[in-house]
T-cell receptor, first 113, second 113 residues
C-alpha cells in the first residue's frame, strides 16, 4: 500500500489520559499535515512539517498537543490530558514540495469518554 | 484569515435532477480542490482546479473555477443515489512557510431514489 497510513483507526480513551497517533506519509513526500475534523465540520488545519521541521502551528494546537516528525518520515501527534472536546477525526495528509495535490490518510477517530 | 464558505450546507435531491454547489472564498487563490467524504471515511480527491476558468468533468460531476469572483462550483447532473456524500471544497493558500489547505464547511448531499 503506497498511500498515507494512519494508526490506530479508532481510539477510545478516558478523559485525562494521553494518546498518540501515527501517520506514515507517502514515502517521497516531504510535506506532512495534520488536520482535525469534528462532526459536521470541515477539516481544520493543526500543523505542518516540511521534512523534520515543524513550520506552522494553528492556534487550535493548544499546549496539550504536540507533533513530531523526527526523521522526516513518519509523524506522531500526541494529546496529553485528553478532554471530551478533543473527540474528533484526526487526519494526516502528505504531498511533495511543489506538487498540486495532497493525499489524505484514512484518519484516526478519537473518542474521549 | 481566509474564509471558505459553501452553500447549501444540506442538499436533498431526487434522482435524475440537476443541482449546483457553490464555494466562495475570501482571498486570492488560483488553486481549488473538491473532495468527497463518505460517513466515517477520509477524503477522496475529486477535482484539482489550477487556473481561472478551469473546468473539469468526471461522470456526473463537473467543477469550475472563477478566480476573479473567488467562486467555484460543483455541478451535479442527473443525480444518482451513489453520489450521496459530503462534498468539501478547499483553497490552497501559499503562506510564508508553504502551502496550506483551508476547507469549506461542507455540503451534505442526499440523493433520494
Amino acid at each position: 500500500d503506497t498511500g498515507v497510513s494512519q494508526n490506530p483507526r479508532h481510539k477510545i480513551t478516558k478523559r485525562g489520559q494521553n494518546v498518540t497517533f501515527r501517520c506514515d506519509p507517502i514515502s517521497e513526500h516531504n510535506r506532512l499535515y495534520w488536520y482535525r475534523q469534528t462532526l459536521g465540520q470541515g477539516p481544520e488545519f493543526l500543523t505542518y512539517f516540511q521534512n523534520e521541521a515543524q513550520l506552522e502551528k494553528s492556534r487550535l494546537l493548544s499546549d496539550r498537543f504536540s507533533a513530531e516528525r523526527p526523521k522526516g518520515s513518519f509523524s506522531t501527534l500526541e494529546i496529553q490530558r485528553t478532554e471530551q472536546g478533543d473527540s474528533a477525526m484526526y487526519l494526516c495528509a502528505s504531498r511533495s514540495q511543489g506538487a498540486t495535490e495532497a493525499f489524505f490518510g484514512q484518519g484516526t477517530r478519537l473518542t474521549v469518554v | 484569515e481566509l474564509k471558505v464558505e459553501q452553500n447549501p450546507l444540506f442538499l436533498s435531491m431526487q434522482e435524475g435532477k440537476n443541482y449546483t454547489i457553490y464555494c466562495n472564498y475570501s482571498t486570492t487563490s488560483d488553486r481549488l480542490y473538491w473532495y468527497r467524504q463518505d460517513p466515517g471515511k477520509s477524503l477522496e480527491s475529486l477535482f484539482v482546479l489550477l487556473s481561472n476558468g478551469a473546468v473539469k468533468q468526471e461522470g456526473r460531476l463537473m467543477a469550475s473555477l472563477d478566480t476573479k469572483a473567488r467562486l467555484s462550483t460543483l455541478h451535479i447532473t442527473a443525480a444518482v443515489h451513489d453520489l450521496s456524500a459530503t462534498y468539501f471544497c478547499a483553497v490552497d493558500m501559499l503562506m510564508n512557510t508553504g502551502n496550506q489547505f483551508y476547507f469549506g464547511t461542507g455540503t451534505s448531499l442526499t440523493v433520494i431514489p
